[in-house]
């Protein structure tokens, strides 16, 4: 079973539009954390934000919020008042418990964003 | 401050040479990452080292991969001899020690194509 599932390829949105970018994910382990990456066409990997599993907020950073349901195992990324320069690939990851030796990132397929002018 | 810092940016070399990547981890971090993205299958974790010991190297690909961290500031992915398949984007991260929530913070990555 995939650990981290993004189940959007590609997206379009108007600027200046909220957008939210689906993840789900698989663990068993009680202690996790998540975190979004994006990736512009130039290809850095840039980290964005991220939410422990024991985290009570949702964490927020800037335009970028993270709807956090615990239950449902979803951490979808919501980008507020969209710009131009948001165009990305969006990674969601996961990292599995807490203790040393867990330092393991597993990423989903990516969902290819394009905000349109 | 400086980020991760990979080496050459770009590689083309023929098939059956060795290629040999480079990364500078970020001052006082102590993990280091190497991950390979291609098309196909996506972001994929190689090997990762703590304070220069390798800690899971099980998604090296086989054993024409190695990967060494001499210091807590260098590392090299070596593949020797390099095939076409292996053409893709391998990235170098690092991280701090201390906290589930630290990030990895990743290179440019090195565009590798053997012909």
């Known amino acids: 079973a995939q650990k981290i599932t993004q189940t959007q390829p590609g997206m379009f949105v108007q600027e200046k539009e909220a957008v939210t970018l689906d993840c789900t994910y698989d663990?068993?382990?009680?202690?996790?954390?998540l975190f979004w990456y994006k990736q512009p066409s130039s290809g850095e990997m840039i980290f964005l934000i991220y939410?422990?599993?024991?985290?009570?907020q949702n964490a927020t950073e800037g335009r970028y919020s993270l709807n956090f349901q615990k239950a449902r195992k979803s951490a979808n990324l919501v980008i507020s008042a969209s710009q131009l320069g948001d165009s990305a690939m969006y990674f969601c990851?996961?990292?599995?418990?807490?203790?040393?030796?867990?330092?393991?990132?597993?990423f989903g397929t990516g969902t290819r964003l394009t905000i349109i002018p | 401050d400086a980020g991760v810092i990979q080496s050459p940016r770009h590689e083309v070399t023929e098939m059956g040479q060795e290629v040999t990547l480079r990364c500078k981890p970020i001052?006082?971090?102590?993990?280091l990452f190497w991950y390979r993205q291609t098309m196909m299958r996506g972001l994929e974790l190689l090997i990762y080292?703590?304070?220069?010991?390798?800690?899971?190297d099980s998604g090296m690909p086989e054993d024409r991969f190695s990967a060494k961290m001499p210091n807590a500031s260098f590392s090299t992915l070596k593949i020797q001899p390099s095939e076409p398949r292996d053409s893709a984007v391998y990235f170098c991260?690092?991280?701090?020690?201390?906290?589930?929530?630290?990030?990895?913070?990743f290179g440019d990555g090195t565009r590798l194509s053997i012909l």
């Open positions: 991260a690092s991280s701090a020690r201390t906290g589930s929530n630290q990030p990895q913070h």
């Open positions: 663990t068993s382990d009680p202690s996790y954390g």
């Open positions: 939410q422990g599993s024991y985290d009570q």
């Open positions: 990851a996961m990292r599995e418990g807490r203790h040393f030796g867990n330092e393991k990132l597993t």
């Open positions: 001052s006082g971090h102590d993990y």
């Open positions: 080292f703590n304070n220069n010991v390798p800690i899971d």
